[in-house]
């Protein structure tokens, strides 16, 4: 089990200080009769095997931290405690006494004391000059630049970057310092100084955890792996260079799956990831970064007292090779939308690939039989019933097709959507509003949109390729 859920908020960079993370959500599966008990399996930066560095003192307990402002002639402007390592000051919102006029450094200094005895690494997030101190002795002093290409907003999102590796001794206090310079002559989008003091502590071989994962997995019913992406490849001012999971987590899934066929993956992303061994598991639960509850409602879902109800609003690939649109970095300031139309899920008609999971694509704990479909002006009406043994909540979605179109159109489109709810064996019906717009098109010479008269299929579905029932219509 891990003892802190990786992201557990908002994006890729989020670190609160006090989320209900899996452990703690797993006190919730307790209460309801569950046993858990997996030694050996570590924390959140150790159970994601790609290792990441983390804001000091967010998930890293032992870091003391103060942040001292100063301006150009070094005279102190303002100072204050920092809870982690990170110093995000947009806008007005600075310590007292501080202007971002007047502003020319930063430093962050405090004690470090480790629990664990090994080699810990330090680093920084952010553009700028930085000195770097442990114990004593500078372990870094340079520059990290913006490049011609880089966006604006990676200073403010970029990747944590690895300065240096120190030897501590666990319960030995050393002092810390980050001395952060900043660059007069950067034109920020807006006013703002952001930038991080990182740590990771000592690591363990991915393979011995992998090990350890099997065995506990071996002995147990049902096996729970969370996998996720971390700020490192998922977060704002830059583009994500593939679509796997970072580190060796996908080798842990397999190794797990392959000893316990109970496995359920829990998936910890914020965008649409490579899961190569989604037909090796018994289930997969997308959580999103589901914010500081995630554990409690992890284990709701997980344990059946709630249903996972969520659809797809992308769609996922086998591999990105599958995706019809991938380069997506812009030239010069200029990037040409050459799919046209064809944006989103709209392209994956046209593509040759099948998609491992379609747009509006979700499962529930119940399973439910569509019956019938009519649709009207303006308004479709579906019919249906939960065939299943408990409750549930369904998403109906209707698409519309022209039959024989004369523009360029895609071949199907989402022109409506709505939730039921029924208990086993209920019939109840969904009406969905089918707004005009859904069979308009924008005319360039009239700068407006134009209806498009003629035949097209009403499609009520569970997702863009589960296709249930089909009227046709003239409009």
């Known amino acids: 089990q891990a003892e802190d859920l990786a992201l557990p908020l908002g994006e890729g960079r989020a670190s609160p200080r006090a989320p209900v993370g899996v452990v703690l959500g797993e006190q919730r599966a307790r209460d ?6 997996v030694p050996g399996v570590h924390g959140a930066d150790r159970a994601d095997p790609s290792e990441e560095l983390t804001p000091a003192g967010s998930v890293s307990p032992g870091f003391t931290l103060r942040a001292r402002c100063r301006d150009a002639s070094g005279a102190v402007l303002g100072e204050g405690s920092l ?8 806008g007005d919102d600075l310590p007292a006494g501080v202007t971002h006029e007047a502003l ?39 520059v990290q630049a913006m490049g011609p290409e880089t966006d604006p907003f990676e200073a403010f999102f970029g990747s ?9 001794t666990a319960g030995e206090t050393v002092d810390v310092s980050l001395l952060h310079t900043l660059d007069k002559e950067f034109a920020a989008p807006l006013p703002a100084v952001m930038f991080s003091f990182v740590h990771l502590g000592p690591r363990r071989d991915p393979d011995e955890l992998i090990a350890e994962a099997v065995e506990a997995a071996r002995a147990a019913d049902t096996a729970v792996v969370v996998v ?12 994500r260079k593939d679509l796997a999971l970072p580190g060796r987590q996908d080798d842990l899934v397999r190794a797990v799956a392959a000893v316990n066929p109970n496995t359920v993956v829990v998936v910890n992303a914020g965008s649409p990831v490579e899961l190569p061994w989604r037909e090796e598991v018994a289930a997969i639960l997308l959580g999103w970064f589901p914010g500081q509850e995630g554990g409690a409602a992890l284990a709701d879902v997980l344990t059946g007292a709630e249903e996972p109800g969520g659809r797809l609003p992308t769609t996922w690939p086998v591999t990105l090779a599958d995706v019809p649109v991938t380069e997506t970095t812009p030239t010069g300031g200029r990037l040409d939308y050459t799919e046209g139309v064809f944006v989103g ?14 747009f509006g694509h979700g499962l529930g704990y119940t399973t439910w039989s569509y019956d019938a479909l009519a649709a009207g002006p303006g308004t479709a009406t579906v019919r249906l019933t939960n065939t299943g043994d408990r409750a549930g909540r369904e998403v109906v979605q209707v698409y519309l097709a022209p039959v024989d179109d ?8 989402l022109a409506g959507f709505a939730s039921v709810e029924a208990g086993p064996g209920e019939t109840v019906e969904a009406r969905i509003t089918l707004p005009r717009r859904a069979f308009e098109i924008w005319d360039e010479e009239k700068n407006g949109w134009t209806l498009v008269h003629g035949g097209y299929e009403v499609v009520a579905a569970r997702s863009l390729t589960d296709a249930r029932l089909t009227v046709t219509v003239e409009i």
């Not at 309801?32 to 008990?37: A, R, T, V, W, Y």
């Not at 480790?114 to 680093?123: A, L, N, V």
């Open 83 to 90: 809870p982690n390592g990170q110093v995000q000051w947009i």
């Open 104 to 142: 020319a450094s930063i430093e962050v200094t405090g004690t470090f004391t480790p629990r664990e005895s090994g080699e810990h690494s330090f680093g920084t997030r952010g553009l700028g000059a930085f000195t770097l101190t442990v114990g004593g002795e500078t372990v870094y002093d340079g």
């Open 32 to 37: 309801l009769g569950l046993e858990q008990d």
């Open 345 to 358: 899920y709209r392209a994956w008609d046209r593509a040759a690939a099948v998609p491992a999971y379609a």
């Open 160 to 168: 944590p970057v690895e300065r240096a590796k120190v030897t501590l």
């Open 406 to 413: 004369t523009v360029e159109r895609p071949a199907r489109w």
């Open 228 to 239: 996720a992406t971390t700020e490192r490849v998922e977060s704002e001012g830059f583009d």
